[in-house]
Structure formats: structure tokens, C-alpha cells
T-cell receptor, first 113, second 115 residues
Framework: QQQVKQSPQSLIVQKGGISIINCAYE??????FPWYQQFPGKGPALLIA?????SEKKEGRFTISFNKSAKQFSLHIMDSQPGDSATYFC????????????FGTGTRLLVSP | GAVVSQHPSWVICKSGTSVKIECRSL??????MFWYRQFPKQSLMLMAT?????????EQGVEKDKFLINHASLTLSTLTVTSAHPEDSSFYIC???????????FGSGTRLTVV
């Protein structure tokens, strides 16, 4: 019940295209869903996060779509750029106190010029 | 705000020696910090939850005596890899949060190579 399933494992998108990464969770107690971006040799950086009281959140070119009934959420990167090439992790946790994050398996995104 | 500093960024040590990694919250107090381990092309694996002033909580399968965690102040947690062996070579990352509304910030990671 603690798992967060992420797909695809890798993704190649042309510059200017839309990158879509999907995640699914099982634990209905999760109420905080962040996405992290990680470049090689660096720690993950928080991109955007959503809580289940909204179905969508947009920050710049990054949008999270959240489907509470399906227990799924996804990251959309609009107008993908070569600089977006990185590994993306979805995660989930409970927001009461300092709860540990459960991470997805990661998606390696390559945006071709 | 919410900066987490990790030191060193990389370290090479001989097999059998111990290595200490520091994680500092620079602009906030962190009663709880998390330590992760990441192998190449894999996800982050939580090793332990570090609590200020008390013993760390280790995840199942993580050796407490090998990975010593000390959270002696509200801004500093340390991870000591004792009697390191080549299989301990990995990328170690810490994280902390100033509060529920801010999410978790990660350090830049420490690349440990045991030779």
C-alpha cells in the first residue's frame, strides 16, 4: 500500500512538445503529491506539488493533474526544452507532521533539440 | 529560503574506514531530517528518519550499527558510514522541511566511493 507506481521509465520528446509522466498510488491516506526534478550528480529539486483538494495545479510550463477517485496524478511539461532533460520523480506522503515521502521509480526525460 | 546544505559533495575512502556526511538546514530549524540512498539510475531509497534529540528511526533492512545517525541540533544531522565496504558506494542525500506548507528540500548529495 506504500507503493507509488510511475510510468514511463524513459521518455523522448521533441523540443516544443508535451512531456507527460504518470503516477498511481494505493494509500488513500496520502494527501501531498510532489514532483521532483533531478539532474545527474545533484539532489532532487521540488518542481511542483498538489494536495487532493484541487484537480489541477499549474506553475509556468509545469502542470499537475490529479484524479482522486482513480488515485492517479500526472505531470505535464508544456513546450518541453532540452534543459528539461532530467530524471523526474513523483512522490506521495501524508501531510500531518513530518511524514516520509514515498517515491516513484523515476522517469528519464530526454528532450531532443 | 529552505536551503539544505550537504557536505562533502564527494568522498573517496578506503575499505574498513568510516566516513561522516553532514546535512545542515541553513535558514530554518529542522526537528526531522531524512537520509536517502540512491544507486545509479534508481529511485531514492529512504534509509532513516533523523529526529533532533532522539534516536533515529531506521527503515527495514538498514543496518543501524553501520549507518550511524546523529541529530544533535535543530540544524545539523550527520550520517556516519562505519567500516565502509565497496558495496556501500552510493549517492547519499538528505532532506528536511521547515513545515508542512513548504514541502521537502533536498541537499545536493554526497557521492561516496569506497576503494
Amino acid at each position: 500500500q506504500q507503493q507509488v507506481k510511475q510510468s514511463p521509465q524513459s521518455l523522448i520528446v521533441q523540443k516544443g512538445g508535451i512531456s507527460i509522466i504518470n503516477c498511481a498510488y494505493e494509500n488513500t491516506a496520502f494527501d501531498y503529491f510532489p514532483w521532483y526534478q533531478q539532474f545527474p550528480g545533484k539532489g532532487p529539486a521540488l518542481l511542483i506539488a498538489i494536495r487532493p483538494d484541487v484537480s489541477e495545479k499549474k506553475e509556468g510550463r509545469f502542470t499537475i493533474s490529479f484524479n482522486k477517485s482513480a488515485k492517479q496524478f500526472s505531470l505535464h511539461i508544456m513546450d518541453s526544452q532540452p534543459g528539461d532533460s532530467a530524471t523526474y520523480f513523483c512522490a506521495a506522503s501524508m501531510s500531518t507532521g513530518f511524514q516520509k515521502l514515498v517515491f516513484g521509480t523515476g522517469t528519464r526525460l530526454l528532450v531532443s533539440p | 529560503g529552505a536551503v539544505v546544505s550537504q557536505h562533502p559533495s564527494w568522498v573517496i575512502c578506503k575499505s574498513g574506514t568510516s566516513v561522516k556526511i553532514e546535512c545542515r538546514s541553513l535558514d530554518f530549524q529542522a526537528t526531522t531530517m531524512f537520509w536517502y540512498r540512491q544507486f545509479p539510475k534508481q529511485s531514492l531509497m529512504l534509509m532513516a528518519t533523523s529526529n533532533e534529540g532522539s534516536k533515529a528511526t531506521y527503515e527495514q533492512g538498514v543496518e543501524k550499527d553501520k549507518f550511524l545517525i546523529n541529530h544533535a541540533s535543530l540544524t545539523l544531522s550527520t550520517l556516519t558510514v562505519t567500516s565502509a565496504h565497496p558495496e556501500d558506494s552510493s549517492f547519499y542525500i538528505c532532506s528536511a522541511s521547515p513545515g508542512q506548507a513548504y514541502g521537502y528540500t533536498f541537499g545536493s548529495g554526497t557521492r561516496l566511493t569506497v576503494v
